[in-house]
Each structure stands twice: as structure tokens, then as C-alpha cells.
């Protein structure tokens, strides 16, 4: 049912509507013309040699009087038939080479794959030249020679297949189960590659189709009195000055025909693998200016919206300030919108993404909006450039792989701050030390793939501190680092802070790491801030459901071992369908009627405390609810 | 003091042990291939069914003539003997007598190879030139889903272009070009005009495939996380573009244009045929039509050499420009 949807859906593409469409009149013509129109293709007219078009032959004669038109319909068995012979050998020999390390073990397998790997780096039309001086000039022989020559790129597809199946757990489920060579290929791997076999072998049709008449028109392919596209080109090409028509048109014909299988076969490669996501652009959103600017904020954000087209709105309404040398902690489920929230104060936010804000100002300078552009664009990323740092989650895939690291660090240096090369490396590598890296000299002019995990997170910080940065945004800078590492990268981050005066933005969904190390908490919940509340009170203070449901999913030491790990259950909720009321009620286990039909808002509850909740838990119902939480402090991330 | 000798001693063992290793590894590849390309060579004439003298002289000939023919190719030898002979002539540059007109190979290979070499390597330069700019500033003008209509047209026309043979191709250009507007010669090559059409016959297809390739791949690298890192940086477009994103996206452009390449020096089999072009690619056709095996043995060799040194090229070239795919194949 789901395979003949997507084969709906792929028919439903233009390209895949209309590549279908040729493709079955190619065939149909392949199977019509010769019966229908041979007569007419071989009669001999020797009052009409080699004319042009005219109402009788419609692109003329050859020189034998024979109608171009005709000859070219009913050359269309002769081509495709050809072809795909050639492109079922080719597919053969393949699946056999591509095959051979699963039947044959590990020594046979081997060498099917050395033979494989010389074998490839032939061009198909050498390697059919050469089989073709082998098995004779003719069809036979051209057939053999393309199909055989077409074998080692499937072979190597099928290797790649293969190779990818037997890395799922259910082959070597059946191998550890002792299931035979044979049966194993016949029952759990070939029925897994057919698919892109076949829509591979389509592709190739086109090109086989194409290769064979390459043949033929150089004369090592079919052989008079029998004809085929590329032989018609071959013999009318020495006229062409008197007769273009007679070699265009079986040109046009092959290309028509290849272009009918190779875009069908792409059309359904496409439609079989990852669907595009395609949506129109929204609006520019307007923002409104700022009121005041609040001087000693870092940073100032308020009623931030992300969205991208689907409609989906990620992150709707977030508004929070980030005072000199703060650390403030974002936590939250994947999905409650951290990370877009930090990539759009960070101006990050890549089309088709749109960003609004009420303000967004960073130091006193707007980023958004009308505001923003008062200052110059320049002016702004130099501000940026200089004062606020990013530190990204992977540090295995957020350094430049092809550049040293020192360089990577300098060059934001030699832009903004007008640093010669060797200052701005002079700097780099004192920067590497400041981060802690050993032999910071001889770190700088080595690759990233040389550093390790945790140093490359450090090298990413250091990067931050070539300038004189207000604030380091930092999105799950440890997620990707092991336990110990981790700690380091942390005690980094607490210590830059004390000795810069650098104010942090750490977004974690490791609820200990933010209650270690932050000043205050912004607890996220389906885009929006649910509770703001210092890092101190996280455990035993906060008032959001949500909030404590997260601390205590945190097991400690004093964790049962016996009873089940405690969850938040249910799901996140889908950012393109909110509910009308509050968005954790359908999880809540202290959900009223209000809950799911009004929308709390973020109201001061205390001092430095907001929640958005309209039944705030206090203390003593905490307490009755989960006994023994005051233990909460430590624990796996 | 420890920790720095340990560190300085892997830094020394990165410096070189990945090189030696991969120069091993690759001269490895290189050595097999070469024996299969000669082995194959070699065993070509063996394996046509029939005797090749008699196939070359044709049924008129007089069995005393064959007789003679075969004895002076070595052919009346073991198998072993003639593979020993051959091998040996190999390497003193002797790749045997033409049957048909009885010049020695290497004399009509000197004389044809330039020509064919000239042809691949200005086509060559020319795809680069053309699809490299092309691609990549398509690239970034349809990032992330911009201008569709710019893309959708790009993509059809580089899909069609890249799809239709070399030689069809070429019989296009000399229609248009040759016959109707008598721009450029139809065939022959004389005067820098006439190289014009069968460059471009050659090019324009892999041109296609190549701007293509590198398009996709700049999207591909456009959004990767050091892409971000580099405008988190917030350095300037063109910055992010040719210092960050350039050398990531043309590392995987030149693989897949290594093997254009070597699909090139194959195309201009057929489109020096279309041209009547004195080359390789014309001698290596006639010579198969004329069953003139020696001739067509030693014109195979060089087209095989040639796809080897490209290879090689293209490896070499890899491993400078992206340091990681030395270590990456061990």
C-alpha cells in the first residue's frame, strides 16, 4: 500500500509524469514500429535518392531511396532491444561481482573486489571497446561488450548496497543464527537492494542506449542490412553537408530515448528516497522599534518569534535579559526550541527561517528590524565579530576540516580587529594556551582531525576569545564530549566568565550541568519560557510543573534501583499544531479545564522568579509529592 | 616533560606515517592495475576466437603468408613465452608491427598522440573553466530553496546536456555551426579554428555533469556546522564562500571530475571520429575494423596508461587539498 503511494507520488512529479509518459511511447514504439512499418522502411525508392524533406518522406531519403522517417520508427526495437540486453548482462555480471564477498568469504570476496575496484577506474566506453575487439565487430559482439563493460559500476553499487544491509542488526541476527551463505543472500539481502537495483539498472538503460549507438555509429556495432539509431547517424554523417536531417534525426531519437529511461530512473530514485521539503517564504516581519535601551544589559530579547514555512513556529515569544558576566541556563526537551532560540540571537538563522522580535539588541546595538538598520550592516558584524562568541554543540563537525586550526582562529581576528597575519596567529596561539591546549604552537598549525573531541570544543572557545566578547552563546557545548571531558569544558567556560567579566548563554538539556553552573534558569517548554528562576532555587524552589517533573527525572545515588526511572510522560507537543490553552497541560498531572483553554502567561512569582503556569505548585505540595527530592543535586546528564 | 615528548612524538608520526602510507597504498593500485591492463592487453589477441592473422589478411590470403605472419609475431610460442616476449618488448618501447601497414605501433602511436592529447586537455581546461564558476555561483544563488525557477532551469538544461553523447553532440554542432553558419571547418585539424567544435563536443557534457556535481555540493557544504562556525565568525560573504566553503566543496568535485576526465580521454574515441581528427580515437576504430591487432593492442595500452595517470592525479591532487583522505582509506 505505502510502496504504490510513493509510486502515486512519484508519477505525480512533472518530471516523473512526464519521463513515465515518454518512456512508455518509446517502448510502445519499440514494440509497434517494426510491425507496422517495415515495408515503408526498406522499400527502395530509386527515383529519391538522398533527398530532402518533402510531403512524401518527411525527412527525406537515404541513398538508397529509403524513407528517413520510417527507418528511424522502426530503428527503435533494434536500439532498445539492444540495450537493454546490453544493461541485463551488465546488471548480471554486477549483482554476481558485487555478490562475491558474501558467498565466496573472505579471500574469494576479496579479489571479486580488487578486479572490481581496477576495473572501474576504466572508462565503460575503453572497456567496451576492448571486449568488443574481443568477441567480434557486430551486434553479438557490441552487445556483449557494452553489457560486460556496464557490469563493474554495478558491481560496485552492489558492493556499496550489500555492505550497507550487512550492517543491520537483523543480517547479523541470521548469521549469528547460522543461516547459510546462499540463503542469506537470496532471503535478507537481495530482496533489501532490489529496489535500487532496479532503479539503477533504469538509469543505466539510458546510458547503455546511448554507449550502443555510439558503437554502431562508429561502425563496431550492428552491421547492415540490419540498422539501429546510432548506425543511421554513422551512415548519413558523411552527408550531412547535402542531408542534416538524415543525421539529426536519429540523434534526436537516442536522446529522446535515453532521456526517457534516465529521468524516469531518477524521477523514482527521487521519489523512493527523502521527500523535498518545499514551502513558500513567509512575510518579512515587521518589528516594532525599541522603547529604551536598557544600558546594562548584554543582552536584551523580547518577544522573540523563529518560524519557518510549513507554517511551523518553533519558538513563539521568548523574552529574557542577560545582565555582565550572567550565566544563564537554558534547559528543555529536544524540540522546546533552545537551540533555534540561541542560533537567533546569534543572527544565525539560515533562509527559509525568519526571525521576529519586539527588540533584539546586543550591547545597546539592535539586531532586528527597522532599528538595526540605522546602524550600518558593517558596523554590526563587527560588533558581533568581536563581542559575542558561539560555542556549538559537535565540535567534531564545527571546525573547517580543510584548515589549520590557528588560521580558523585568526581569521576572524585579521577581519575585524585589523590584525596583521602574524598577530592575529601571535594571538591564536596565545588564545590556545588561554583555553588550556597543550603546545599551543604546534597545535595552531595542525588540522582539526589531529586535535581530540574535547580540545576541539576548547580550540571553538578559544576562537570566541580573539576578540573581547560581552557574551559566549553556547548550544550544548558538552553534549557531544565524554563525562570527564565535559567537566573541563564547564570549569572553562566558569572561568572565563570570572576573569573576562563575559556574560554566558548556556543552552543544555542537561537540567544538572545548567543547576551546577548557571546564575539563572530559563526553563523552555514548546517554544516558549514556562519559568525563569535562579539556578539556586532549581530543586527546591521551582513552582512549574514542568520544572520539577524535569529535576525529577534526575536520578542520584539515592535513585531505588528497583522501581522504575521516573519520566515525564506523554510527548513533546508538534510545533505546527499548539493547543489553545497551555501546551504542557495534556502532560500535566495538575491540569484544570482553564489549563487547556487558556494560555498561562510568564507572571512574576517572587523575586528574580516568573512562571507561566495557572496552578503553580508550591513547596508543601512538592514536598507531599515527592518525598526525598532535597537529595536531587547530582547525577548523569 | 613527558606529556611533550609524547606529544611531539605523535605529531611526528602524523607527519609522516599517513604519507608513506598512502604513497605505498597507492603505488600498490597503481602496480596491479598496470599488470591487469597489460595482462589484458596482452591476452586480448588470445582470447578472439578464430586466428587473429587469418582474420587480418582475410580468407584470400595464402596460408604461407599466415604461416609466416603468425611466426613473426611469435604467435606458434607457449602462451608463458609469448606473455615473457611481450613484457619485454614493453619495456624497451616495442609494441610490435601494424599488420596492415606494417609500420611499427609506437611509430603510429608518436605520430597520433598528440593530436589526442591536445583534444582531452584543452577539453579538459575548458569543462573546468565553464562548470566550476557556473556551479558554484549557482550554488549560492539557490541556497536554501532560493530562486526555484533559476534552479529548475539549471538542473533541466545541465540534465539534458549532460545526457546527450559526445557524439551526437558533435553532429549538432557541425550542423549548426559548420553547415548553416560556416563558422568553423566540419572536419579536419589544421587552423586553431578547427579545434573549436570538437573541444566543445567534448566539454559540454561533462561541463554539465560538473557544474552540477558542484552545486550540489556547495549546498552540501553550506550547511554543514562549520559553515555556521564560519558565519558565527561573521565574516564577510565572499570570505565565508571562497575560504571555507570553496576548498570543502571542490575537494569532492575534483573525484568526480577525475573520472571525467578519464571518461574524456575515452569520448575522444568517438568525437574524433565524428571529425575525421588524426588522433588515437580514429586509429583505434579503423585499426579494430582492419583487425589489426597489434595496432589495436598498443592503442589500448596508451588509452588505459592514460586513465591511470589521471587517477593518479586526481589522488595525489585529493590528498594535498583534503589532508583527512590519506588517513580516512586506511
Known sequence: MKRTARWIAVLRTPVGAGAGVLLLAVLLLALVAPLLWSHQATAIDTEHLLEGTSAKHWLGTDNLGRDIFYRVLVASRTSILLALIATSIAVVCGLALGCAPTVLGRRGGRLATAVVNIAVAFPGLLLALFFAVVFGVGAKGAVLAIGLAGAPSFARLTQTLVAGIEKRDFVAAARIAGVGRFRMLSRHILPNIAEPLVVNATIGAGGTLLAFAGLSFLGLGVQPPAYDWGRLMGESLNSIYVHPAAALAPGVAVVIAGLAFNLFGEAVAKGFGVPVLKGSRLPQGETAPAAEVDEDAVLVVKDLHVSFPGPVTPVRGISFTIGRSEIVGVVGESGSGKSLTALAVAQLIESPGQVRAAELSFLGAPLLGRAAVRSTAAARRRLLGTSFAMVFQDPMTSLNPTMRVGAQLAEGAREHQGMSRRQAMNRAVDRLRAVRIPLPERRAHQYPHEFSGGMRQRAMIGMGLMGTPALIVADEPTTALDVTVQRQVLELLEQIRTENEVAVLLISHDITVVGQVCDRVLVMYAGRIVEDLPASELYTGARHPYTRALSAAVPDLDTPLDEPLAVISGRPVDPAHYPSGCAFAARCEFATDRCRTEDPALVSHGPAHQVACWNPQGSAAWQARYPGTESIRTGQR | ?330
Open chain 2, 1 to 330: 616533560m613527558t606529556a611533550t615528548a609524547s606529544v611531539s612524538g605523535a605529531a611526528a608520526s602524523f607527519g609522516t606515517h599517513p604519507w608513506v602510507r598512502f604513497a605505498a597504498r597507492r603505488l600498490g593500485r597503481l602496480v596491479g592495475s598496470v599488470l591487469v591492463l597489460v595482462s589484458a592487453a596482452f591476452l586480448m589477441i588470445h582470447l578472439i576466437p578464430g586466428d587473429p592473422v587469418r582474420g587480418a589478411l582475410g580468407p584470400a590470403a595464402a596460408q604461407s603468408v599466415v604461416d609466416a605472419q603468425r611466426e613473426s609475431l611469435g604467435l606458434n610460442d607457449p602462451l608463458w613465452v609469448q606473455y615473457l616476449h611481450f613484457l619485454q618488448h614493453l619495456f624497451t618501447g616495442n609494441l610490435g608491427t601494424s599488420i596492415t601497414t606494417g609500420l611499427p605501433v609506437s611509430d603510429v602511436i608518436r605520430d597520433r598522440l598528440p593530436a589526442t592529447l591536445q583534444l582531452a586537455v584543452a577539453a579538459f581546461v575548458v569543462a573546468v573553466l565553464i562548470a566550476l564558476p557556473l556551479g558554484l555561483a549557482m550554488g549560492v544563488l539557490t541556497r536554501a530553496g532560493r530562486r526555484p525557477r533559476a534552479e529548475l532551469s539549471f538542473t533541466s538544461t545541465t540534465v539534458v546536456l549532460a545526457a546527450i553523447p559526445e557524439f551526437l553532440l558533435a553532429v549538432g554542432l557541425v550542423y549548426v555551426f559548420a553547415v548553416t553558419l560556416h563558422w568553423f571547418p566540419v572536419a579536419g585539424r589544421g587552423s586553431a579554428s578547427s579545434y573549436v567544435l570538437p573541444v566543445l563536443a567534448l566539454a559540454i557534457g561533462p561541463a554539465a555533469v560538473l557544474a552540477r556535481i558542484c552545486r550540489v555540493e556547495l549546498l552540501a557544504v553550506l550547511q554543514t556546522d562549520y559553515l555556521r562556525t564560519a558565519r558565527a565568525k561573521r565574516l564577510p560573504a565572499v570570505a565565508v564562500y571562497l575560504r571555507h566553503a570553496l576548498p570543502n566543496a571542490v575537494t569532492a568535485t575534483i573525484t568526480l571530475g577525475g573520472l571525467l576526465l578519464g571518461g574524456m580521454v575515452a569520448g575522444t574515441v568517438l568525437v574524433e571520429n565524428v571529425f575525421s581528427w588524426p588522433g588515437l580515437g580514429s586509429t583505434i576504430v579503423s585499426s579494430i575494423l582492419a583487425k589489426d591487432y597489434p595496432l589495436v593492442q598498443g592503442v589500448v595500452l596508451v588509452y588505459g596508461a592514460g586513465v591511470l595517470l589521471v587517477n593518479l592525479a586526481v589522488d595525489v591532487i585529493l590528498a594535498v587539498l583534503d589532508p583527512r583522505s590519506t588517513i580516512r582509506e586506511s
